[in-house]
């Protein structure tokens, strides 16, 4: 939605370097599909900050926006060659995977994210779902479950 991209970029402005905010910044330029914004904060970013995991996943959103998956999957797995430790760029990438079909990839990334951010609901959840789409009915419930479990409050 427009308010919640105008909230975002209040955020942005007021915490330029908070990789929190960025984040979340470009998940609403991705949903609102402001191609020419995410465009720009990309280079503004790679000029600013050259090969930081930050500019990288910028340019990976731009490409997933425009649905070009697997540009953007390469970008969001240099993300996470930068910084291990980057969530966001792994469920994206394991989103990149699931939406070009590659359902192994998907749940390898998803897997490792889950051991990588045990806390993070979200990797649970995805792999779950990743688990449907594959056909592993029984598996994926443990996986909603144990997502569940973990963010009973998460409306994912």
Same mark, same amino acid.
């Given at each position: ?75 969001? *797995? !240099? @993300?996470?060659?930068?910084? &291990?430790?980057? =969530?966001?760029?792994?469920?994206? %990438? ?45 598996? *994926? !419930? @443990?996986?909603?479950?144990? &997502?569940?479990? =973990?963010?009973?409050?998460?409306? %994912?």
């Amino acid at each position: 939605r427009s308010s919640d991209l105008v909230t975002t970029t209040q955020l942005h402005n007021l915490y330029p370097h908070d990789r929190a905010a960025l984040c979340l910044h470009l998940l609403a330029l991705v949903e609102t599909r402001s191609h020419a914004k995410l465009f720009r904060l990309g280079h503004v970013l790679q000029h600013s900050r050259p090969y930081s995991e930050v500019a990288v996943y910028a340019i990976g959103c731009y490409y997933y926006a425009r649905s070009e998956f697997e540009k953007a999957g390469r970008y969001f *797995a !240099k @993300a996470t060659d930068i910084d &291990a430790s980057f =969530a966001e760029a792994w469920v994206v %990438l394991g989103h990149c995977y699931a939406t070009l079909q590659e359902g192994e990839h998907a749940l390898s990334v998803y897997r490792r994210a889950m051991n990588m951010f045990p806390g993070l609901a979200e990797c649970a959840t995805f792999f779950g779902v990743q688990q449907i789409r594959t056909l592993s009915a029984r598996s *994926a !419930k @443990a996986s909603l479950q144990g &997502a569940l479990l =973990a963010s009973p409050y998460d409306p %994912l």
